[in-house]
């Protein structure tokens, strides 16, 4: 069996000027952060690459990283794109099927965060780039609010949409609001999906995370040096401490 491994998984929503910090970063920051990974030599995978790494054993870069955006938002193509283009990465953006070439509109998205989504056109022209474009339901409905047969829906036909447009399988998921139950891990499980990202905190995983990876958040309240700790294996080591303390196990 595979060792567990590092692989930072960057979280993020938007790339734009003058968002509230909470909310995403701006292009300035986002720009600085991939310069710096790309000194440091890391190189962009995909969800799928880490699911190979421990299912068939192939090899992987050795310094790897996955940057992750959620709910497909333009201006991922229009500001994160060329920066990441640039520095020579590929990204995974996570797709709410109902919703694309539309606004942020579905339940939960207050009226001042709403914003434009990517359109059919602009996905088509990311995945022909060689990006990872994932599920993240058909209308980002939180997964543990309704019954097992309509989560099973929003799954199971927000990634037959996406299927549809990209003409290929859909293998990468990440769960809406980042709220997840075993039941609902199961139904991701049995649509086809060989990794699911929660919000969780780490940057470390194993073979039998796939359907619960941890992510490194970032937004505009990163500060510089902390974005540089979420890479290492410091980090690792003391988000584990913590969840081991706060649980009373150590």
């Known amino acids: 069996m595979k060792a567990a491994v590092r692989v930072p998984i960057l979280y993020y929503h938007r790339v734009e000027d003058h968002l509230p910090p909470t909310k995403g970063v701006s292009p300035q920051a986002f720009a600085a952060q991939m310069e710096y990974l790309r000194k440091k030599n890391y190189r962009s995978i995909s969800f799928e690459q880490l699911a190979d790494y421990f299912i068939k054993g192939r090899p992987m870069p050795s310094r790897p990283a996955i940057i992750s955006f959620d709910d497909g938002y333009l201006d991922n193509f229009t500001r994160a794109y060329p920066i990441l283009k640039q ?9 709410v099927s109902d919703y694309i070439g539309q606004r942020s509109e579905w339940a939960g998205c207050a009226e001042e965060d709403q914003a434009p989504l990517m359109s059919r056109e602009q996905l088509l022209i990311l995945n ?11 209308r980002h409905t939180d997964l543990t609010a309704i019954s097992i047969e309509e989560a099973r829906r929003e799954v199971e036909e927000g990634k037959q949409d996406l299927e549809n447009l990209l003409q290929r399988p859909v293998r990468s998921f990440a769960y809406p609001f980042g709220n997840f139950n075993p039941g609902v891990i199961e139904g991701v499980r ?17 073979l039998e995370d796939l359907l619960t990876l941890r992510c ?7 500060p510089w040096l902390k974005f540089r700790y979420y890479l290492t294996a410091l980090y690792h080591w003391e988000t584990r401490r913590h969840e081991r303390r706060k649980s009373g196990r150590g």
Not at 199 to 206: A, I, K, L
């Open 216 to 222: 490194v958040k970032l937004n505009g309240r990163t």
């Open 128 to 138: 022909n780039e060689g990006f990872e474009l994932g599920g993240h339901t058909r």
């Open 87 to 95: 520095n020579g990465f590929r990204a995974t953006i996570f797709l």
């Open 190 to 206: 049995k649509a086809g999906f060989t990794t699911a990202r929660t919000v969780h905190t780490d940057n470390t995983h194993r």
